[in-house]
């Protein structure tokens, strides 16, 4: 099955500094997401970015998708303390029954 | 809003016991999963279910099995547990959409 790599594995930023991680896959996918994942919690979906799709913004967020590359990055701007946490990609096959190939995770710390 | 519940947030047993974990969810999703998650080894697939009764194997099922025997309740069963089987267990569903909704997780320790 195919499977996220998130690059690199630790961020350690400034709160108002801009975070960006990268995320390579292997295979033709229908979509790519990003989840966050708070210290010793359950995962929260953050954005979907469709395969048709180049980049996509949520709020302080900013996805972009190269097919071509097979890679993704999450953006995250203006970084505050309360998104210290941990960001995992995630891919979602074609055809698949709605199963997801998670990356490793990236952990992102912000500094006050 | 979707809410997925785990019966216990922390659990601690013994090798050999047998192991139930418990998962709700609240909104009608036909697909439900169980994953593993280990430092370095990211979240990876246990089993999932996309319907009342029916489960597919994950990537590693081995030394579980499940049940889903109503819509909304899934659940992990370790027959006989191991120490290896030390872990945070997650569980999370999702309709058509892809978007997968996770509950709070469910960290065992076996000794």
């Known amino acids: 099955s195919q499977q996220g790599e998130e690059d690199p594995q630790a961020l350690s930023i400034q709160e108002g500094e801009n975070a960006t991680m990268n995320c390579s896959y292997k295979?033709?996918?229908?979509?790519l997401q990003w989840y966050r994942q708070n210290s010793g919690r359950g995962l929260v979906h953050l954005i979907l970015i469709r395969s048709n799709e180049r980049e996509k913004h949520s709020g302080r967020l900013r996805v972009t998708l190269d097919t071509s590359k097979k890679s993704s990055s999450l953006l995250i701007t203006a970084s505050r303390a309360a998104d210290t946490a941990s960001y995992f990609c995630a891919t979602a096959a074609y055809y698949g029954n709605n199963r997801l190939a998670f990356g490793k995770g990236n952990q992102v710390v912000v500094i006050p | 809003d979707v809410k997925v519940t785990q019966s216990s947030r922390y659990l601690v047993k013994r090798t050999g016991e047998k192991v139930f974990l418990e998962c709700v969810q609240d909104m009608d999703h036909e697909n439900m999963f169980w994953y593993r998650q280990d430092p370095g080894l990211g979240l990876r697939l246990i089993y999932f279910s996309y319907d009342v009764k029916m489960k597919e194997k994950g990537d590693i099922p081995e030394g579980y099995s499940v049940s889903r025997e109503k819509k909304e309740r899934f659940s992990l069963i370790l027959e006989s547990a191991s120490t290896n089987q030390t872990s945070m267990y997650l569980c999370?569903?999702?309709?058509?959409?892809?978007?997968?909704?996770f509950g709070p997780g469910t960290r065992l320790t076996v000794t």
């Open positions: 999370a569903s999702t309709s058509d959409t892809y978007e997968q909704y």
């Open positions: 295979t033709s996918i229908n979509n």
